[in-house]
């Protein structure tokens, strides 16, 4: 019997190996295929888009936020994976009622490198999910030999329109932004505040003005409205699943990285 605990503190007993999964994070969706669990995967949500095949093989259950429990229920899953910023409190305290519930909880790098130890040992995917983190490693120290005499930026992360929303503290974008040189305008506020664009950039250092293509689908034209209160800071459009998405999809974001490095 396997016995372990997730990344909210909740001890997990599994005497087989779980078989039926059911994911409800579309970026750990892309994680357990390329954990070699395509075959395993039996509902995931609307928004799991990567593998795009995934979309007409597997069936879909809700959203990130509301979810289908009866089209759930009827899978039969063995395990339901939930994030704890993704999914909320009371979606998860529901599905426990159906089987077992893992819920991962990312902020770091090295958090991302314990969620997929974890599912290397409850899928017995160990040997691939050792493969992808010494990927990741290597990749992660090359990229910081690429970044380290890249002059830190002041930047805004900004995550939503009316109202404009921001990404603070505590978040797996802000750190991100660290690893890239990018000082986060908002790091003295928490997870993702609503800010006043007027108060934006108030001794006018700001350099950069982020806007992701997620969740809300920024515009070049949103740029120029946003840019226009500060001194002269730029706009550039980043991917947003680069910046939010974690597990295997972190290779793709240390290439991608060096491109929006090259072009700013």
């Given at each position: 019997m396997k016995q372990l605990k997730d990344q909210v503190g909740f001890s997990h007993s599994f005497e087989i190996t779980?078989?039926?999964?059911?994911?409800?994070?579309?970026?750990?969706?892309?994680?357990?295929?390329?954990?070699?669990?395509?075959?395993?995967?039996?509902?995931?949500?609307?928004?799991?888009?990567?593998?795009?095949?995934?979309?007409?093989?597997?069936?879909?259950?809700?959203?990130t936020k509301k979810v289908n429990y009866d089209k759930i229920r009827e899978l039969n899953p063995d395990i339901i994976?939930?994030?704890?910023?993704?999914?909320?409190?009371?979606?998860?305290?529901?599905?426990?009622?159906?089987?077992?519930?893992?819920?991962?909880d990312i902020f770091?790098?090295?958090?991302?490198?314990?969620?997929?130890?974890?599912?290397?040992?409850?899928?017995?995917?160990?040997?691939?999910?050792?493969?992808?983190?010494d990927k990741l490693t290597f990749a992660l120290s090359g990229f910081k030999e690429f970044v380290k005499d890249i002059p830190v930026k002041k930047v805004a992360y900004f995550i939503w329109k009316n109202p404009y929303m921001v990404a603070g503290s505590g978040t797996f974008i802000d750190e991100l932004l660290k690893l890239n040189h990018f000082q986060n305008q908002y790091a003295s506020?928490?997870?993702?505040?609503?800010?006043?664009?007027?108060?934006?950039?108030?001794?006018?250092?700001?350099?950069?003005?982020?806007?992701?293509?997620?969740?809300?689908?920024?515009k070049a034209e949103d740029g120029y409205d946003i840019v226009k209160f500060t001194n002269s800071a730029q706009?550039?459009?980043?991917?947003?699943?680069?910046?939010s998405w974690y597990g295997s999809r972190l290779l793709k974001a240390f290439d991608y990285f060096k491109y929006l490095h090259n072009s700013i």
């Open positions: 779980p078989k039926r999964i059911v994911s409800l994070v579309p970026s750990q969706t892309e994680l357990l295929y390329d954990l070699g669990l395509e075959e395993n995967i039996v509902g995931i949500t609307k928004f799991c888009v990567h593998p795009y095949h995934l979309k007409s093989t597997k069936k879909t259950v809700g959203g994976i939930c994030n704890k910023e993704e999914n909320t409190q009371e979606i998860v305290e529901e599905l426990k009622k159906i089987c077992s519930v893992w819920v991962t770091t790098i090295e958090d991302n490198f314990q969620m997929i130890t974890d599912f290397g040992q409850i899928f017995n995917r160990r040997t691939e999910a050792r493969k992808w983190n506020r928490e997870r993702y505040p609503e800010i006043d664009l007027e108060k934006m950039d108030p001794d006018g250092s700001l350099d950069l003005a982020l806007l992701s293509s997620e969740p809300f689908p920024f706009a550039i459009l980043v991917d947003g699943e680069m910046f």
